[in-house]
Every structure is written in C-alpha cells, then in structure tokens.
C-alpha cells in the first residue's frame, strides 16, 4: 500500500503558517505522499513544500512502515510516538518485544543505506538474565531485516565482561544459538561517571597556568579524553564498513540504548550518508538520532564540568560526539556545509540555552511541558539567512562519497575551539578566517570570468569557422 493511499484528509482550507521572525502566512495546505505544500492565497508569494524524508525512505521499500504502538508513550517513554519497524511485524509483537528490551527500548530503524539496501537498527540490551531468558518476537523482528543469505552484525557498545556482568541484574546479550544468523562484536565505549571525571580532568588541564610542556603531557593522556574519541571513531567506523563494505545490517544497543548506542548511530551516517553533513541534515540527525531518540540531555549536560557537586547522571555524551564529528570535519574539510562555529553553539545550547530543544530527557517529557507551545526552537533561529551565513563552511563542495575518517592516535587532536577556546585570544583566527573567505570569493569570481571568456573564446571560433566555410 502506497502511503497516499492512507492520506484521508489531502487538502485544507484556511491553514495558517506561524515561523518565528516572519510575518503569518494563510493559505491551502495539500498532504501528498511525499510533501506538505502550503500554497498562500496571497499573489506574487512562494510555496512551500515540506519533504518528508522518513516517508520517502520508506516508500522506496516496501519492507518497512510506519508504527503508532508508542502512541501517548505506553510502550517506551524514551521513543517517539511514531518508529520505523519491519513491515512484517505487527504492533502486538512489538509490545512483547519491548519487554524483552531494556526501558522498553525494541529495535527500530536508524538509518537504511540507499546504496545496498542495508540498515541500522538501535534498541535497548535484551533483558536475557542468568536464566537465558529469550524472546520469540525478538529473533523475529531482527532476522525480519536480514535479505535471504545474509547474516547480520549485533554491535555491543560494552566490553564482554561489562555485558556478562550485566545478565545477573537481569540484563545481558543475544545468545548465538538463538540469534544464529547474527554475528555479535563487543567494542567497549565507556560512559557516566568515568566520562565526567575526564571531562573535569581535562578541563583542569587546559586551565593549568604553569607553563610546563610533561606536566601538560601527562595531565592531557591522564584525562583519557583522546582515548574515548578514538573509542567511539572506531566503533561507528565499524558500522559504518559492515553496511558499506561488508553488505550486512547491523544492530546496535549497550545497556539503555541511549548514550554510546546514538553516539555511533549518529556517526556512522556522518560517514556514510553526504545529506548528514550538511546544515539541515545535520540539525535532522540531531533532531532524529538524540531528541526523538530520548538522549537524556536535562540529567547528562546539567552542570558540566565546573561543578563541585557531582551528579550521578551526568556525563559528556553529546561534547564527545560534537567532539568526534569535529575530528571528521577537520580531516575533510570540504565535505561539511557547517564550519567550527556550527558545533560550538550547539555544544553551549545543550548546557545553557534561551531555546527549548534540548530541554528535558525525551519526547515524553518535552510534551507533558510543552514546550512546543512555551518555547521557541532553536533551529528557527539558526535557519535564519543572517546566522546561516556564520555557520557556513566556505570550503564545502558537496562529496557524495562515503568518507573515511582516520582514528590513529596521530591523527586525533585537542579541540580547541572548545577546550581551549579562553586560553588565546581568536583574534588572529577570525582575521585568517576572514581572509580566507574573501581569497574564495575572489577565486569564485574570477572563476566566473573565466567562464564567460571561454564562452566568447567558442563564439568566436564558431563565427571563424562559418566564414571560412564556402
């Protein structure tokens, strides 16, 4: 079944369109199966069409759909009203399913690879226990995204001891002899408190006033926030290669699903999908793979790292995955829309913000405050054509390659537009950075010239050849 064929109401009078900084638009809003299209009665005004990417994903594949079973968040106060599950499994399944998951957490799509077919899928650790305890529903829906012949990867954020550990408070992993056509890898990714005191670690280093080069080595390699970057590169480096390289769907999940399972989710597109490293793919991913994904942000970036007190939730999961895309940017530096600044200001709303995006722990709570209605979203404010022009890459050229990062330890460096952003004044970093821009116009606009002239270079040699012609 298409689903325009589920559209029961395509067209409404009288719609009234409210966008922060602009002026209200009244028109016709049409719903089609891939678009929303305002069109306004008033003359000599734009239409405009909203994509839905979800639905036009899964319109080109007729192995998945759309499930309400979370609606009013009965099943899994962490996830959105609306997931994407295999079509061949129905709501009552997935009910039986979440409960085998921890927080209710069931595998649901994150990403499917248009190149081969191949997905991500996240989810919560099965609650196996010491009894080995199994899921029917849940080999089912997971064998439901493998192709015939092909086998499929479990990607465990924890170490093997971690996960063994964990099945005697009633958790645990896929047992192979239940999972047969799963191939299950443990890549250890630390996260709480361990994250929070390299974090404060770090920070004590970067703030330290004497001028020591070993005493500033060995406080930089004792915070260990280098070793957790690279922790989590390669890991989503992995998942990206099982999709891309190896043609295998994958399954990722640690303990809760919803630290280091969304830090390497929301990486492994970076990787390999170009849309993701764009702008307004990049605000999408956040939106999608951290807010609607339930990314705990009101407990983990509640007081950061200045604080005396510390906080049993809090961790630095969003820093260290800004953190790990900054390392891709600046390794392909031409591939990103979004510049330095970008990250930055997304790094100082998550902890202090006058928007509400990311306030709260999911969507369950965002909607008992309403915060839809009491605040305004901090993407209304970064689309703005004035602050859009901050946060642009001058460099980008759009790269629709997958791209591999490097994660040897030579390649990986201190970001200091963060760590170390009130050591040093940005004086002559904003003067180079100005500099550079304006050397890319130039070299746009004599680019330009030079279009022009090799235009008038072939006109003329057409006019030459026509008066030579008898």
Not at 290 to 296: F, Y
Request: net charge neutral; glycine share 4%; charged share 25%.
């Amino acid at each position: 079944m298409e689903f325009a064929e589920l559209i029961k109401t395509p067209r409404v009078d009288n719609v009234v369109l409210h966008r922060p900084f602009y002026p209200a638009v009244e028109g016709t809003l049409c719903l089609t199966g891939h678009h929303l299209i305002l069109s306004s009665r008033q003359d000599n005004t734009e239409e405009l069409w909203l994509l839905h990417s979800n639905i036009d994903a899964i319109d080109k594949t007729s192995e998945w759909r759309l499930s309400y079973v979370n609606k009013e968040f009965a099943v899994c106060p962490s996830y959105p009203p609306i997931v994407i599950v295999p079509k061949s499994i129905d709501d009552e399944a997935l009910r039986k399913v979440a409960m085998f998951r921890h927080g209710g957490r069931f595998p649901v799509l994150s990403y499917y690879h248009k190149k081969n077919g191949m997905v991500i899928m996240r989810s919560g650790q099965p609650l196996t226990g010491t009894n080995g305890r199994r899921c029917k529903e849940d080999e089912k829906l997971i064998n439901a995204t493998l192709r015939a012949g092909k086998r499929g990867y479990i990607i465990d954020t924890r170490s093997l001891n971690v996960a063994q550990q964990a099945r005697a408070k009633g958790g645990g992993f896929e047992q192979e002899a239940h999972y047969p056509q799963w191939r299950r890898i443990h890549k250890s990714i630390e996260r709480y408190h361990i994250l929070q005191e390299s974090l404060i670690k770090l920070v004590e280093a970067c703030n330290e006033q004497a001028h020591n080069m070993d005493r500033w080595l060995s406080k930089l390699e004792a915070s260990n926030w280098l070793t957790h970057i690279k922790e989590i590169l390669t890991t989503a480096c992995l998942a990206a290669q099982c999709i891309d390289r190896e043609g295998a769907s994958i399954l990722i999940h640690g303990t809760e699903g919803i630290d280091s399972t969304l830090q390497v989710t929301s990486l492994a597109q970076i990787i390999l999908e170009p849309r993701s490293r764009t702008i307004r793919g990049f605000e999408a991913l956040i939106e999608r793979e951290w807010l609607q994904a339930g990314h705990p942000f009101q407990q983990r970036c509640a007081q950061s790292a200045y604080c005396n007190s510390k906080q049993k939730w809090e961790a630095p999961v969003f820093l260290l995955f800004l953190d790990c895309v900054w390392q891709i940017l600046r390794q392909f530096p031409c591939s990103f829309e979004f510049n330095e600044r970008f990250l930055t200001m997304l790094f100082e709303h998550a902890y202090a913000s006058q928007f509400g995006t990311f306030l709260g722990n999911n969507e369950s709570e965002r909607c008992k405050l309403k915060l839809q209605q009491k605040t305004m979203s901090l993407w209304s404010w970064v689309n703005r054509p004035s602050e859009l022009s901050k946060l642009t890459n001058p460099l980008f050229e759009a790269n629709n390659l997958v791209i591999w990062p490097s994660v040897a330890p030579q390649s990986l460096q201190l970001w200091e537009g963060i760590f170390l952003r009130w050591n040093r004044t940005s004086k002559y970093l904003d003067e180079a950075y100005e500099e550079m821009v304006n050397i890319i116009e130039y070299n746009k606009e004599l680019q330009a010239k030079v279009n022009i002239l090799r235009r008038q270079l072939a006109e003329l040699e057409t006019e030459d050849g026509m008066q030579e012609s008898p």
